[in-house]
């Protein structure tokens, strides 16, 4: 039976449409209580990533910004989509998934006149009301507003990437990172893209959160990357540029081959393996990810070399989880020359701007991957399996009864283990909802404390994965608990079980 994340996000509190009490607009959502705090740990899980194991710097710009950098980085002339509305009712339609979606014919690399031609010569009709369609356009992604008042205001828009917000203090940046090259920055925010007609709910935001990573590098050192040893043997179904010219399904490859066979090089194959092991981290099933170039219709005209790790939806087929980009000097060239600020440096007297390779991870669709891949039925038990780097909480502590002083016994140990730096979460109510709500929540452990506790300073732990009972005493819990969460405890030795 196939399970509604959709349903189950909006009934737990995971994420529901924003504004709802005014009638929902497309292309935002709310993260509620347990979504909130998963965005939380996904976020967490990559940023920590590239501040300790990639020495990357972690900068915060602005998500508002003047117009000008957006002129530079050429988002302003083509960060477009193809348009077109009804002339009846007005309802805007993106042009080429129209046709796509309408007519079957695949529109990569098409221009506007040509996917005109064909809704034509197809007699493709509005989607709402059945009216003709009017002339396609490129219609402008970005949100323009105006910073300031009155005549000085200046024009101003919401960033559509953070990756431009990271270029513009490039100089600055490298004088903090000692003028080293590679140097790698990281920055997570909110970007913004007025999309014509969003639909798939969380996959296809106007506000969505990214985590992107810049490397700036000099184009004539070497393309080594010292961690390469650590995701060369890792496998994967690959999609090379080549292969879909020729229309070939995916090819197991490891990451050694990747290089090896010269698809693309060792930094490249290196950012995309480990792209693939933080999503596994998160709890994304490997087995439904894939690596695809991009072929040289698609890839921007800067790039020399394009890569997404795409996650095999069961509800919304393939979908971009990252992409990881090699964007030569373009960019800091263009602002470069619109700023009139100097981005080359120096190094041992040779002076040149850096290229960049940058990895751009969405959050939201990571987000919905993982509860897609998590998503268990057990009977009829509904869990998230998630790990417990992932899940929202770690683990629940409830009373047995709300008297006798069980409450106050349960929050003792609640306060213990939160000191001890457990994400938990302390409820009362009856036992069975209880354990019902929070494998509904993805929490791995439940940890009851009941009469027996006064006695035997014991409590019981509930293992959310196979419903595992064994009993634990307060004292050795966060030791516990630890050793499991780490893989060096099996949970069934955790303690002695009390259930089969
Ligand atoms: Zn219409």
């Known amino acids: 039976m196939a399970i509604n994340i959709m349903d189950v996000a909006k009934r737990r509190g995971f994420f529901w449409p924003s504004f709802e009490i005014y009638g929902s607009i497309g292309g935002f959502y709310t993260y509620g209580p347990l979504g909130a705090l998963l965005k939380l740990r996904i976020e967490r899980i990559i940023r920590d990533h590239y501040i300790n194991r990639e020495n990357c710097l972690l900068i915060e710009a602005p998500s508002l910004t003047p117009e000008e950098p957006w002129v530079a980085s ?28 309408k007519a079957g014919i695949a529109t990569e690399g098409m221009g506007l006149s040509e996917i005109m031609k064909l809704i034509r010569q197809k007699g493709i009709k509005c989607v709402k009301c059945g009216g003709a369609l009017g002339e396609p356009y490129d219609y402008n992604l970005m949100f323009k507003t105006f910073i300031g008042p009155g005549k000085n205001k200046i024009s101003g828009a919401l960033r559509p990437e953070t990756a431009q917000t990271t270029y513009m203090p490039f100089r600055r940046l490298f004088e903090l990172g000692r003028k080293r090259l590679p140097l790698g920055v990281v920055q997570l925010g909110r970007s913004y893209r007025n999309e014509i007609a969003p639909r798939q709910g969380l996959l296809r935001l ?24 650590e995701v060369k043997p890792l496998k994967i179904d690959v999609v090379t540029k080549n292969a879909q010219k020729k229309k070939t399904t995916p090819v197991k490859m490891s990451i050694a081959d990747l290089v090896k066979k010269k698809h693309t090089n060792e930094w490249i194959a290196y950012l995309l393996g ?11 099933d490997p087995k439904k990810l894939r690596l695809r170039q991009h072929r040289d219709d698609e890839r921007s005209f800067y790039s020399s070399d394009t890569w997404d790790v795409e996650f095999m939806s069961d509800t919304y087929g393939k979908i971009e989880l990252v992409g990881v980009a090699a964007r030569t000097d373009y960019d800091l060239k263009r602002h470069q020359e619109f700023s009139r600020q100097k981005m080359s440096v120096n190094v041992d007297g040779r002076v040149f701007i850096p290229h960049v390779v940058e990895v751009a991870y969405g959050i939201d669709r990571p987000l919905y991957a993982v509860m897609e891949s998590s998503a268990k039925l057990d009977g009829d038990r509904f869990y998230f399996r998630m790990p417990y780097e992932a899940a929202p909480y770690q683990m629940a502590v409830f009373p047995l009864v709300r008297k006798d002083g069980l409450p106050e016994e349960a929050r003792k140990v609640y306060d213990m283990l939160i000191d001890a730096g457990f994400y938990a979460l302390y409820d009362e109510g009856f036992i069975g909802k209880l354990y019902y709500r929070q494998d509904e929540a993805g929490t791995p452990f439940c940890i009851t404390i009941d009469y027996e506790t006064k006695k035997d300073r014991s409590v019981t732990v509930r293992n959310r994965d196979d419903q595992k009972q064994v009993r634990v005493k307060i004292k050795e819990l966060p030791e516990i608990l630890g050793k499991v969460m780490k893989g060096a405890l099996d949970f069934s030795k955790a303690g002695k079980v009390i259930n089969k």
């Open 206 to 229: 106007r506000e969505f959160s990214q985590a992107e990573v810049q490397f700036f590098y000099d184009p004539e050192a070497p393309v080594k990357h010292p961690r390469f040893s």
């Open 74 to 101: 050429g988002h302003v002339e083509s960060f477009t989509d193809m348009n077109v509305e009804c002339t009846k009712c007005g309802e805007p339609h993106r042009a080429d998934q129209l046709l796509e979606e």
């Open 274 to 284: 480990v792209s693939v092991n933080l999503f596994e981290r998160m709890g994304i």
